[in-house]
């Protein structure tokens, strides 16, 4: 029996889930169901990655015991898939004790075999991408442009793996399996990598205490994604006996992930598998990113789509079809709510909806709801027209086979829009409304919505595995018992309708969204939304016992956090107090680093004025100069100006103090606003 065995990364439980995660996993769920459908024996594996330093870390920000943290965000993914009705066959936790066990037996067959040495470790982290940097410039913490923030220094005993051994051996696996990097344009980035040459990597930390011990020496945790890579095998039974399926499954497998973390799987995860003697697995396929506001759509960057916006507007199954149906290829895909009700409006209302209602409809009232046969009595030209439609078929759901096969369900689902335009159109030529009312049409008339029937049926099993609540409801209005899901759209054909099944009753399932309507509802929930993220944010990012440290230069008003007590402190001003301070809306036009000041960065922002103004500003360990340049901000435009190494600064930013770090987060606006508008 064939195998068919699809995993999705494992999530990191420090922030909630969102639509990045969902749309892996969407794709895991609809290629598992089609598999399924083509009779392969499938496994399905999602989960979640709970340890390291940055998950520590966020536990303790919000002062609870790492696991009471990583329990609940853990069910809120569990509780956001299953409301999106996907349903893996899995779901591994890196803090089940049967994984941390496994873990263990991989480290010790990679240590056993001689791969692995104590060291010292001395260089960059970034606890976002829990991925060692390197230094650009000597003696500067590397920039994260994924995070947003500055790589950490860190210098302590270390195990290292001896990943330099690998070069060779990795781009032989490259060179003799073609299809083990997917798609070809991220398989020639990962081979100039690795041809650049690979250093040892630090595969322990001390400092870390959130982590699996090392066997044999529990000062250390394990490296987070040594950890967490291991869950595709120790979820088979790898190293444990509680849970099974490695001789079944591995190493003929799937992993699907984001193009961000590409190169974790297919440099250290064949690198470590070798390394153990374990096979290494068949295919890595990196999709693109979802893209919010043109960047990389992220729980740092705070620019995800919410999961619980889109429920409230849209059906999971819309949202599940537009991302299966819009994200090309391998390429980055802009999420917007307009595109996605574009697709609902065409492609559903107008398109399968249109065509499944149109069709019940006239085998209602034409036929008395019973599903007819074709007729042998009609026209050559009749013959040739349904000979068309058959072709047209055929050519469509190969296509929608092999691009199913390559993961390219856009291109797959496309398949289907054709043959839902070849079936409307086929329709429209006969136009079965008027052949109903001549008796003689009537051969024709039933080999018409035979035809309508029938291809609606093969449409319904193709979409199974994209819609499958939808297909199966359409199934059941057409009439049919079970499910298309237990049909193989490899055999499909065009069948004689059991005679005399009557079609269930009609409904229409694809209602159209009124975009104007949604889209003014969806801006007002998220301003509300972005509202109490920012207070719930300021309160719990807070230092609540000290105030930030003054930066070395000032010069970025602060708004100090509730948690300290202003008020009292410093007792109440009168209105004519806060007046007294101009507060304005300011637009970036030009950003730049100063030379000789890490702090300091200088800005030419519009305030409305004839004249830009200058402005230095403090910010230049946390924000990147070119990403500033076009953002609305607010400045204190009555400041009296002051010389800053030798430049004038004409004002002052206003950002919120965030942390014991006093990392500065710019005030900024949700609504277009116009520069030099006064805040009052
Ligand atoms: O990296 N567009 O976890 P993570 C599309 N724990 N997909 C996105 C996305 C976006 N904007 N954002 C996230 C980790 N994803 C590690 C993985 S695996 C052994 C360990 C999806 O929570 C995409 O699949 O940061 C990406 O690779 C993954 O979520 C990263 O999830």
Redesign the pocket.
Known sequence: MKTFYVT?????VNAKPHL??L??TILADALARHHRQCGAQTFFLTGT?EHGQNIERTAEKNGIPVKEHVDGVVAEFKDAFAKFGLQPDHWIRTTDEYHERGAQVLFQKVQEAGFIYKGHYEGWFCTGCAEFKEETEPGQAPWCDLHDRHAERVAEESYFFKLAEFQDRLLDLYENNPEFIQPEARRNEIISFVKGGLKDLSVSRVSVKWGIPVPGDPQHTMYVWFD??S?YITALGFGNDVRQGFETFWPVVLHL??K??LRFHTVYWPAFLMAAGVPVPKTVFA?G??LSGGR???KTLRNTIDLGILLKYFTREQVRYFCLREMSFGQDGDFTYEALIGRVNADLAAGWGNLSSRTLTMIRNSCDGVLPNASAEISDEARNAVEAVKAAFAEAEKTYLTEFERIATGRAVEAVWHMIATLDKYLSDHAPWKLAKDPAAQPLLETVLYMAAEGLRHITVLMAPVMPEAAQAIWQQLGFAGSPADVNPETLSWEALPSGTHIGEIQGLFPRLDKGKVMTDIKQDEAKQAAAEAASLAATEAAPTAAAPAPAAMPALTVESPAVPVVEEKGYITIDDFTKVELRVAQVLEAERIPKADKLLRLQVDVGEEKPRQILAGIAMYYEPEKLVGRKIVVVANLAPRKMRGLESQGMLLAASIGEEGRPVLATFTEDVPNGARLK
């Open positions: 999705t990364p494992i999530y990191y990045g995660h749309y892996t990655d967490a890579l869950n992930v984001g961000d973390i999709h990113m979802w990389k759509m992220s």
